[in-house]
């Protein structure tokens, strides 16, 4: 039986083996998930919230042991740990509070007012299937998984075959806080046949991951004719305007282009300054970039860890010396520090045939322009392909009028990519090649259900409704 080695790729150690799923395994597992599925669905969604609920609960007990998890097996920095334990907390009670209502069934408007009723219902897909990427180990295998589950579907998750330790630990605490047996079931394996088995037979594919990989996924999807969400890259921009409050723009900077070492979707990978700020924020942002501690451990003080692996690492220094070569000039940083481990990098003069000028890099790499007016930034900023992530530094009246013009899933006035992520209520999601549908929100619920219209005739037909009307007509 085939195991995985999951290594610390801050350290090298190895952190744990997992028996590696086959295509035989995920089959096996969505039988079980199927049967397990009717008798969850069964529960009222209130039950099933209480269950969230409680998850919420012992996610936070158990945090600690979480965050060292989290961390051994990613290799990031324990800041970046604690978004991901936040996040299942906040999306479990966030749903676990709405859910039940959004999902309820609706008395909805009718023709025929006097005669009929219609309601819609919201009964479940039936077994969702989750794939996950290696950045969020925890966050991106559960906090999907979450509004699944209360809405009555069973899930089973693929997360990254170098980071499988996080999701099967909360397949554990989701069955401490109640949830029936076979309602999670977790398949570690390769993209190739674990991946392909759950897309092969799931209700609603929830995907996580690179654009390439989720335009495949997509394809596959419509083959099936079963509906899916894409949450897929980003090449973010920041702008930085005249009128920006410039020492909090100086000081959130790092977190919204280092934080995850720069492994996250939504993270700024280039920024626009308006050139009335250019200097002082870039100095200031250079100053505070170099004071960043990277390393390994769990010592709160560290800034950034390692990246995912050594092939990872050399994509990275690939992208960043193709830039140099092509003029570029790194204001900070620009090197590996290790096998893992890459300097927190701030490039200028990229030019526009430098692959990462418009390449998505997901490491700890930016890029400034300098520009004359905010309409050269907000040209630039939605020059590319992608569309997930924005992010404003501004007066609230430029920041608005900005935000208006922006083409992203997600617009942050004054802050890096937080609190947009965390603003639960409203839909979060990738415009142009950035995805295809929405997390978060009534929508990030209702999508895992199959509306039903049920519409209920009393005493007479439409049929003889008509009859009636067209003899008054005649
Ligand atoms: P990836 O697409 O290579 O892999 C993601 C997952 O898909 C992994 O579990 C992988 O095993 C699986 N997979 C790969 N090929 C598959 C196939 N043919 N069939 C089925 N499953 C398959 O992505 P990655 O490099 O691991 O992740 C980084 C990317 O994810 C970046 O582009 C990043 O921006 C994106 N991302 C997006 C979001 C978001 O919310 N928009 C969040 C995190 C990461």
Redesign the pocket.
Known sequence: MATITVTNPATGETVGEVQQATAADVDEAFARARGAQRQWAALPARKRARVLRRFAKVVVDKRDELLDLIQSENGKNRASALEEVMDVALTSLYYAQTGPKATRTRGRFTALPLVSSTREQRPPKGVVGV??????PLA?AVSDAVPALIAGNAVVV????QTPLSALRAAELLREAGLPEDVFIVVPG???E???A??RQCDFLM????????K??AAQAGERLIDYSM????KNPMIVADDAPLERAINAATHACFSNSG????SIERIYVHRAVADDFIAGFVDRTTQMRVGAGRDWGIDMGSQISKEHTDKIAMLVDDALTHGARALTGGHRTGETFFEPTILTDVPADAALYTQ?V?GPVVYIEVVDSLDQAVEKANDTEYG?NASVWASAATGRRLAKRLEAGTVNINDGYAPAWSAMGAPM??WKQ??AGR?HGEHGITKFTEPRNVTRMRGVTVGGVMDFARRRLR
């Open positions: 794939i996950a990427p290696f950045n969020y991106l693929k997360p990254d075959s390769s993209g190739a674990v991946g392909q759950i897309v995907f996580t991951g690179s654009t390439a990989t989720g495949k996924l949450e897929l890259g980003g492994q996250l979707c939504i998505e997901f997930l999601g990738g950035s995805g997390r």
